[in-house]
């Protein structure tokens, strides 16, 4: 089935570094999603974006968070800088309109 | 609060029988999805339901919107069906903002 991609699976930084997630998302949706989910809690939505623009933002994506998708390429999270409460497992999705998301596999984020 | 809650939270089940899980939904929700996660963590799309009731296979799925729940059912349970299960539904808004259950560990024996 369609896949959503997500470079790299893991990532290690120290803390007020900046870091960029990657997502290659499946190639005909138009819906773009970040969630992020703290080891032992729920899966929770940060942010979706569609036509260049963020549509919704959580009150997780902090103003250290930004999102883009330069010339239909990778969907990206960037935190800038970062901080210990940003390690996570941060999940990126896609989708068409009005149908089911597609989620990657996660990336582990592990801010030192 | 809390949007979506599942149950149960643990389910075991021998090979050859089934069960149901359940989200009950504490507001008007206007889609769910059901998710099966693998053993690598890997979300598996199992169903996405606007309304009514969908089958695949050994599973099948049901939502109310209006009585603000969602089902799962499984029968005939085999061991490779066992892994965390998890429903996720969007409020009225359409813009795939997903509230997820906090899943339920199935854990199929011989």
């Known amino acids: ?112 | 609060g809390d949007q979506v809650e599942q149950s149960p939270s643990a389910l075991s089940l021998h090979e050859g029988t089934g069960s149901a899980l359940r989200c009950n939904f504490t507001t008007t929700m206007r889609a769910v999805q059901w998710f099966r996660k693998n053993s690598r963590g890997s979300l598996i799309n199992l169903f996405y339901l606007a309304s009514g009731t969908k089958e695949n296979g050994r599973l099948k799925s049901a939502f109310d919107s209006k009585e603000r729940y969602s089902t799962l059912h499984i029968r005939d349970a085999q061991l490779e069906d066992s892994g965390t299960y998890f429903c996720a539904a969007e409020a009225g808004t359409n813009t795939g903002k997903l509230t997820f259950g906090d899943g339920t560990v199935l854990t199929v024996k011989p």
């Open chain 1, 1 to 112: 089935g369609p896949k959503v991609l997500q470079i790299p699976s893991h990532q290690i930084i120290d803390m007020g570094q900046m870091v960029t997630l990657n997502c290659d998302p499946v190639s005909n949706h138009l819906y773009f999603y970040w969630y992020k989910q703290i080891l032992g809690q729920q899966m929770e939505f940060l942010v979706n974006f569609y036509n260049g623009k963020v549509m919704e933002k959580s009150k997780l994506f902090k103003d250290q968070f930004s999102v883009e998708r330069p010339d239909g390429s990778y969907f990206t999270l960037k935190i800038q800088p970062t901080a210990l409460e940003d390690s996570a497992v941060y999940f990126c999705a896609s989708s068409l309109p009005n149908e089911r998301l597609f989620f990657g596999h996660g990336t582990k984020l592990s801010v030192l």
